[in-house]
């Protein structure tokens, strides 16, 4: 029996040189490749760090939280999976250290081992082996994508390139294909491409037992021939195999300019794959709509992490899918809420639309509550996501309904106008003990609204992460004074969606419509920001 011919077949995405070479998007972009040929993948993000998942931690410096729609918080790779792929991914999609040693510990503590001596090899490595396997058998994937986090040579990373050696030798070598992405840097006077630290690399890989098939050479300018025949003579693989990485304007290209050298045509014959049909029309044209726009708006971005732009980037991304639908390129202006609470609104002058993003923790507060306050009074496109829903609130209640002190109990405790106060069911417990409210909900939108029409559909799912929503004493009195409430949770108890009445565009969500925004079906909302602010 041939065995490699039914049995799904592995791409493993590893790191050499340096951290930061968008090894995410490399691995994405095989995927989009392998996709476009009717081939259905299934990505798998490894974090060699000993957190459990990504919810504890610091956007300062990982980059955003991601949610996926079961509510697992994951690293922001999953995002480029699901907006390159077009997939919504789970949980099992994230594997990390501390997943793998809680469930290896779990069953040694049951005595599921009969009582042998516990070691990372082979009882660590032959767990991430069943959650590889485990999660492309259940989703009768043809290809699993692995992408290995960290730089090969970490000491964290070792069980998992043992287990993913391992793997190669259980599934048979034709059936997995090692990629290796690198860095060539230029050197000197003549602009010399240097190619010994993706020797070294490579050699570094060879020690752990690892041949890459293919390299990814990441670098300024597009590599010279005699470089690539260089590269791959010197690192045992043919030259076909060798891609070339320089930058791009967009990070959509990226599957263009690998399927231009013949990754996808290499792959599939190297792990001996059955094209199905499809291919790269629809994601040509996005491109396309996304380089040539006919007009340019700014969106001032108030946030916290204005400095580090991956905390915000499924904002970014989805700006890039509204610019391609609406043709109008999206230049965001940064602004600092800190920024705005001192200096003030003047921070704003002459933006066509303001986003107030997520956010937790009460620095910069008052500052998107000015923001949200100048977009209502100025009649500026307006767009509000969770924190920003709820501070649009905030702004409202002090200046429509005149509550002095009207704020969130997140940032005022004793606030006499607990606009915005803790999920009802967790109102006993103190704020760090609460729950967050995870993942995707039914939210049904009021026929009438900008949001049902923006969206075709009255009922949406959408993904939330909070632990705060408006409480509904007010709801009355805001509704009466013109913040109509046009989203509510299928139970009708929940506010989901805020518009406000008169405005050309003002609407706020307490979940994320960015999370869920993908190349071709951009989110609604952040397109309908798009679109009022180019009007
Ligand atoms: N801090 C707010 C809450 O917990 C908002 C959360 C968010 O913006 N993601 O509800």
Sequence with gaps: MDHSRDSVKYVVVTGGVLSGLGKGISTSSIGVLLKSKGLRVCPIKIDPYLNVDAGTMNPYQH??????????????????????LDVNLTGDHNITTGKVYRAVIEKERRG????????????????????????????????????????????????????LRELGQDVGRGSMLFVHTTLVPIMGAVGEQK???TQQSVRELRAVGIQPKAIIARGERTLEPDIKQKIAFFCDLPVEGVISA?????????????????LTEYVVRELGLEPKGEDLEAWKDFIDRLKN??????????????????????????????????????????????????????????????????????????????????????????????????????GFARAALGLEGANSSE????????????????????????????GAHEILLDPSSKTAKMYGATTIHERHRHRYE????????????????????????????????GHPYFVASQFHPELRSRPLRPSPIHLGLVRAAAA
Excluded at 305 to 331: C, M, N, P, Q, W
Excluded at 412 to 434: C, F, I, N, Y
Excluded at 475 to 494: F, N, P
Aim: net charge negative; hydrophobic share 40%; with cysteine.
């Design 112 to 163: 599921d081992f009969l009582g042998k001596t516990v070691q990372i090899i082979p009882h660590i490595t032959d767990e991430i082996k069943a959650l590889l396997r485990g999660v492309g058998e259940r989703e009768k994937a043809d290809l699993v994508l692995i992408e290995v986090g960290g730089t090969v040579g970490d000491i964290e990373g070792m069980p998992f390139l043992e287990a």
């Design 470 to 501: 408006i409480n509904p004493a007010y709801i009355e009195k805001l509704e009466a004074a013109g913040l109509r409430y046009v989203g509510r949770s299928d139970d009708g108890r929940r506010m989901e969606v805020l518009e406000l009445r």
């Design 195 to 197: 190619t010994k630290p």
């Design 293 to 394: 726009p006919e007009k340019d708006v700014e969106i001032a971005l108030v946030g916290k992490y204005t400095h580090l732009k991956d905390s915000y980037i499924s904002h970014i991304e989805a700006f890039h899918h509204a610019s391609a639908a609406a043709r109008a390129h999206v230049k965001l202006r940064w602004v600092e809420s800190l920024d705005l609470e001192r200096k003030g609104v003047k921070l704003l002058d002459g933006v066509d639309g303001i986003l107030v993003p997520g956010g937790f923790g009460d620095r910069g507060i008052e500052g998107k509550i000015a923001a949200t306050r100048y977009a209502a009074e100025q009649g500026i496109p307006f767009q509000g996501v969770c924190l920003g829903f709820q501070l649009a609130t905030v």
């Design 246 to 262: 320089p930058d791009v304007s967009t990070i959509y290209e990226v599957p263009i300019l690998f399927d231009g050298q013949g």
């Design 411 to 438: 940032f005022s405790p004793k606030t006499p106008h607990p606009v915005v106060d803790l999920l009802p069911e967790q109102r006993s417990v103190k704020s760090m003990g609460a729950t967050m409210r995870l």
């Design 63 to 84: 980059g955003e939280v991601f949610v996926l729609d079961d509510g697992s918080e994951v690293d922001l790779d999953l995002g480029n999976y699901e907006r390159f």
